[in-house]
């Protein structure tokens, strides 16, 4: 007798032989019918018992959540929706759920409740189908980037270096928390910590990436990166995963290609992949929105957006053609931005990049040559001396989904820009060496995974794209 | 112009047309012979010079490290071991690399040395092969288990959860290190920490991937995990990737077929895919080993040994049976061994380990049923009351490589076993609802990483094997 997880056997003809299953009972109607879900996919395998065959003991033991072992005859389906089900021979109880006490009961539950059950949240279909898309996103994002001849890096999580500036950092430890030994001018003495320096969890992987692009060619980080700031938003996590793509002898527009390429390939893989899911996911999102006024609801159906922004080509926009737009939009003009766009030079905020992407250009926008003083200091400047070669990718809904540059790669450029920001040139001696010794053009960009999978699931909230996340207040797990 | 990699123009015909390419000059022979490597391949491709045609402040910015970009006729390669090579027309030179300060010149460097120039070592053969292993064999990895059902999990980095003891752990903090705030009883306070509780960074993504094993059914994790052990060995990281499958429904042996199948499966890949590769590593262990006495040298050529991997049967061993042949083995009469065994119970070195695979049986053993008491709480206990569903990997020259187990599914065993070892239950609230709600038979295990990738490319020390080594008093970069 084979062992066949339901995704199989749904595919399979209804044959008469005998198989086996496991799972979870997602519903016992009639004490007859199962509805077993063992998380190979969205779709239930209807599991037919002949009760009167069965022992009332085992048939109580029953009900949602219990884990059983189902063997019996494939056939041909007689309910919608299918074309196999299991006539059951034998039952065996792995585990019972208690129906009394089991959380994840057969009816509605909010996101916010199922969010204090992070380990048991999976087992619902919404969340099962979320994780089963990231899963194929992280997968597809690997295969995009090794068929085109990129090379997967590991860069450090414990990092002593701190001079990127991304965000607030975590410090990582194991001096005595409550009395650490301290030097002779009575500050903490990291020289005893256990990397004998003091170090931080990693805001970005980019620099040290930087040092793989130049020797490796072309070369992807997919790993957690961390944020210390106090952001109670849905769209931060103190934890995050982050993929940079670095790459030598690429300028903007190659990576402005590479970008938008990228995404349309991710997607598409999701699209093929994943079609029950987010199918599923589609009208679990329509559900939630009929309670919303018109104006909140999204644009589209999940699998359309999708759809669209794999099937359109990107507008690039410099950032001097959008402050433009903007200061001329009728937003700015009512004053119904809350930052009021007036002159060149402003940081744009998220309802401006909405606004372009949303209802300007209605659809996804690459703004690119930003002021050299709103972005990092690793930018190439542009012969004007004030813009940088920066590009961010916004996305409908999202807005910044993608952010890169092209990096500085001129020594001195980069020494002066170093000095000015008041950064010590020894923290940085090591990425400063890539411009002294055969240095190159080169880019690269940052893609925040859980934004993507945001995007690709329809999930409104960051907290519910992740197993477990992190955010101020919350270690959960 | 087409641009191409060096890899994609080694497999061309000599067509005779204009190409173009970028790279870094590995060496430049009698003003004539430039040998330009990009990183897409161990191989370099030689570009001829017509010096006469070029200006003699160009030739003299052409040493070892500066990157270049040619453009050029491909023809016919006059020289060995290639099939073309480029006539330079155009010969562009992005940056320089002065020969008397760069550091990685074309002689033979230690790997003590270029561990110090971690952010250019990259640049080497040697760490150029084995960053390409290195990521051909993570896609390996995600590759073999998104073909065989499982999803990718991303288990928490930062965790609150302390009970599963594999290892000393890093304290994440953003609390002020030398004045931290305290409660009345003196303790530091961390509830006014970041995440509200104290948190550390994860030593195993094992428990959280049992949650989602429980209800997705077959998942892995791969990410980062830390040990705060002080370890300073060939065999050691502070810092370390992982990959820990976990399945519903799988029993010990189901688990132990599932290891055995996927290494040899990544090892395969490998094989098929890193072949260019494997023949430098292989060559550069057989020129490293010249020096040693013939005692302490690989028994097969690095190659061989990956073969012989993927083509012979693991050999299953119960600890029982292992201790019996190492008790009655010649090391253990004549007192060889630094640990005698003398009876059942005693724990493992890595001297008894190696003796079983490199000695006794000649391959890759799997022992399984070890004695509860050397074995963490969570592992099923059998019906002899003594020993657990246990299982590790043994591989020659390595060791351990995968350590992994049928997880203990009744609720009152794991609960006893927790109350045994003074575990607060309430620390595991999560992971025993598991055995509340649904439980199952459940498998699975873990592997290190860095010892795998270690195992593919012969490397002698594991901080050869990643970019950026974290080890006691070492967090450059």
């Known amino acids: ?108 539950h909010s996101l916010e409740f199922l969010r204090e059950k992070a380990h048991l949240r999976v087992r ?3 969340f099962s189908a979320v994780m089963r898309v990231r899963s194929a996103l992280a997968f597809a994002i690997h295969s995009y980037f090794q068929q085109n001849g990129f090379y997967y890096m590991h860069a450090p999580i414990v990092t002593g270096s701190d001079a990127e500036g991304a965000g607030e950092m975590f410090r990582v430890s194991t001096l005595d928390s409550k009395n650490p030994p301290l030097t002779e001018n009575g500050e903490v003495d990291h020289s005893q910590d256990f990397f004998g320096k003091e170090t931080n969890l990693t805001v970005s992987g980019q620099l040290e990436a930087e040092t793989y692009a130049m020797g490796l060619g072309k070369v992807y980080t997919f790993g957690p990166t961390f944020r210390a700031e106090n952001s109670n938003t849905s769209r931060h996590l103190a934890e995050f995963w982050m993929i940079e793509p670095e790459m030598a002898f690429y300028d903007l527009d190659a990576n402005m290609d590479l970008s938008e390429d990228f995404i349309k390939w991710i997607l598409q893989y999701v699209l093929d ?121 916004l996305f409908p809904g999202i807005g910044e989904i993608v952010g890169g540059s092209q990096r500085e790669e001129r020594l001195e450029v980069l020494q002066q820009k170093i000095k000015a920001l008041d950064i010590d040139e020894k923290e940085l001696w090591w990425y400063l060496d890539l411009r002294r010794f055969g240095t190159a053009v080169h880019s690269g960009f940052g893609l925040g995974f859980e934004r993507m999978v945001q995007f690709a699931t329809g999930m409104g909230n960051i907290r519910d794209v992740i197993p477990y996340p992190r955010t101020p207040q919350n270690a959960e797990f």
């Open 1 to 108: 007798m084979n062992s066949y997880s339901i995704k199989e056997l749904l595919k399979k003809q209804p044959t008469g032989d005998t198989v086996e299953v496991n799972g979870w009972v997602k519903t016992f109607r009639s004490n007859r019918f199962i509805a077993l879900n063992d998380g190979s996919t969205i779709h239930n395998l209807q599991c037919v018992v002949d009760f009167e065959n069965f022992d009332d003991t085992l048939l109580k033991q029953i009900s949602t959540g219990a884990a059983l072992r189902i063997s019996g005859t494939l056939v041909e389906s007689q309910g919608r929706g299918q074309s196999v089900e299991i006539q059951a021979n034998d039952i065996f109880v792995h585990g019972e759920a208690d129906p009394e006490t089991y959380p994840i009961q057969p009816k509605k």
């Open 124 to 126: 619902t279909n919404t």
């Open 273 to 393: 992949n994943c079609q029950d899911d987010l199918e599923f996911l589609e009208k679990r999102l329509l559900d939630e929105e009929k309670s919303k006024p018109q104006a909140e609801r999204s644009e589209m159906p999940l699998i359309e957006k999708l759809k669209f922004v794999v099937e359109n080509n990107f507008k690039r926009v410099s950032y001097t053609e959008a402050i433009d737009i903007l200061r001329n939009s009728k937003p700015n003009k009512k004053k119904k931005f809350q930052f009021l766009i007036n002159e060149w030079g402003a940081d744009l905020q998220s309802e401006h990049e909405r606004f372009l992407v949303e209802k300007h250009f209605k659809c996804p926008v690459i703004l690119f040559d930003y002021p050299a003083d709103i972005k990092a200091f690793y930018m190439r400047l542009n012969e004007d001396g004030k813009t940088v070669r920066a590009m961010d990718v």
